[in-house]
């Protein structure tokens, strides 16, 4: 099991911009298990006695209400996606207890049931995409890669469900990035550094911290 280190800075949500405390966490090479620091004070256990080091860390892109808009951003992306491939005619889903494939619109209108679903079950989760998997019938240019009936996973359904993956990936991931959420279908911020300085205090580094009092 690996664990990280946390420490808490001042940061700029990418979303709204507000500055809230963001848990940063990093790992270092040597006995880690979620050791809490705070940005500019002194480490107080075995950092302490290191020589001045940088660890990469990560932490959530958008603040906690804008994670919420975000997730409810996504499915509605997703679900643009599922409707733009339908109108295409190169996704045809349809419900297993019914006769005639979704069309673009009950798509876009099922988006909002799922993410009222969402609401109910918190914590992250591929939502569009396991709402696919159990709808019944899937079929992906021309290929029939979910059928509620079909027993025998072949490579090919495998591969064509894979590919449809994939698509649908990029696809709202592209449709979140012209909507302004700068990571598109990644909520989190890999570009920060854990800066232990020479000075002896535990930095955060990064372009999104809040101006220093
Ligand atoms: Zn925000």
Redesign the pocket.
């Known amino acids: 099991m690996s664990l990280y280190r946390e420490i808490f800075a001042p940061l700029h949500?990418l979303?709204?911009?507000?500055v809230s405390e963001f848990d940063v966490q990093f790992r270092t090479t040597h006995g880690d298990h979620m050791q809490h620091y705070y940005h500019g004070h002194p480490p107080q256990d075995d950092l302490a006695a290191r020589p001045a080091e940088i660890y990469s860390g990560f932490t959530d892109l958008?603040?906690p209400?804008?994670f919420e808009d975000w997730q409810a951003a996504k499915i509605a992306a997703f679900f643009q996606t599922l409707a733009a491939y339908t109108d295409q005619g190169v996704l045809v889903i349809r419900p297993q207890d019914q006769r005639a494939p979704l069309t673009p619109d009950e798509l876009l209108q099922t988006a909002q049931w799922v993410d009222a679903e969402r609401r109910k079950y918190p914590g992250p989760a591929e939502w569009g995409w396991r709402w696919l998997l159990e709808i019944g019938y899937v079929a992906w240019q021309g290929q029939v890669i979910f059928q509620a009936d079909d027993t025998d996973g072949t490579s090919k359904n495998i591969e064509a469900q894979a590919e449809l993956h994939e698509y649908l990936e990029a696809m709202t991931d592209s449709e979140l990035k012209r909507a302004g959420w700068v990571g598109g279908i990644n909520p989190f911020d890999n570009a920060l550094q854990v800066v232990r300085s020479v000075d002896g205090l535990l930095y955060v580094d990064s372009a999104r911290l809040a101006a220093q009092p």
């Not at 979303?15 to 507000?18: I, K, L, P």
């Open positions: 949500c979303r709204c911009d507000q958008y603040c209400a804008c």
